[in-house]
């Protein structure tokens, strides 16, 4: 972890905000690493420029920093970043999508008002659609309670709808930065046709396959580790800055 080292990481959370979900990859972070972990309000439904604005207003560096944002916030770090707001070294996005990942869904779960459904007591079952192997349930379901305990439905409710609304293909043209995206090859939530509009956008986009289901970064984060540390050590400019 030699490029990890000495470096700044900001970390976003996926659609819970609370940054509890980065556990898994904290050990295994060198002890010299900056770490800044973005967390979101669990008890107001912000828009999703105010979710730009919040995250933005938790970075607070002189050096810029290596940001990886995970799922909800993929299209938070791009419009962040690309806007201008946070100046950074270099952009990981995690099994993420730049516009509505899955409208057609989206809109019949709404009709059946499914989304409810997002609770720290969510049916096993739910796991078993969205992570299919047992054991990487097993090791996870405790984690999803622990970090939902104190998540509201109607706020992870209000999220699913902003991430299903949001559209910010254009300002990935903008982003002044090294981009690498993680892809989990099992991913159920974010499918695959939803790195078109990163590959088709962003020059020079770096793509990383990781065989992992959505959580990619709890289930398989020394791999995402690896790929992240390749990533950074490319005889890149910006990347010796």
């Given amino acids: 972890m030699k490029w990890l080292s000495n470096q700044h990481l900001v970390l976003m959370p996926g659609l819970d905000g609370t940054g509890s979900s980065f556990e898994p990859i904290l050990p295994l972070l060198p002890a010299d690493t900056k770490i800044t972990i973005v967390r979101y309000p669990t008890d107001k439904l912000l828009s999703f420029d105010k979710t730009v604005e919040c995250a933005a207003a938790q970075i607070q560096t002189d050096k810029p920093p290596i940001v990886i ?3 909800f916030s993929g299209p938070v770090a791009i419009q962040m970043i690309g806007s201008g ?3 950074a070294k270099a ?17 019949i779960m709404r009709f059946l008002r499914l989304p409810l459904l997002i609770r ?3 049916p096993k079952r739910f796991f078993k659609i969205v992570i299919e192997d047992d054991k990487l349930i097993a090791d996870l379901l405790p984690l999803w309670k622990k970090v939902h305990a104190d998540v509201p439905a109607r706020v992870m409710d209000h999220r699913l709808k902003i991430i299903n609304q949001v559209d910010v293909t254009k ?10 995206y993680l892809q989990a090859t099992n991913d159920r939530v974010i499918p695959s046709s939803c790195l078109a ?3 088709k956008n962003i020059p020079n986009l770096v793509i990383k396959r990781i065989k992992a289901p959505h959580f990619i970064l709890q289930a398989q984060p020394q791999a995402c580790l690896d790929a992240i540390e ?3 050590s490319l005889k890149n ?3 010796q800055k």
């Fill in 171 to 180: 300002w990935l043209k903008k982003l002044p930065v090294p981009c690498c």
């Fill in 91 to 107: 952009l990981i996005l995690c099994a993420t999508c730049a516009k509505s990942p899955r409208p057609i869904v989206w809109r």
């Fill in 69 to 71: 944002a995970e799922s």
């Fill in 230 to 232: 390749e990533f950074i």
């Fill in 85 to 87: 707001r946070v100046k």
């Fill in 197 to 199: 509009d990163f590959e």
């Fill in 237 to 239: 400019p910006l990347m």
């Fill in 120 to 122: 720290p007591d969510m």
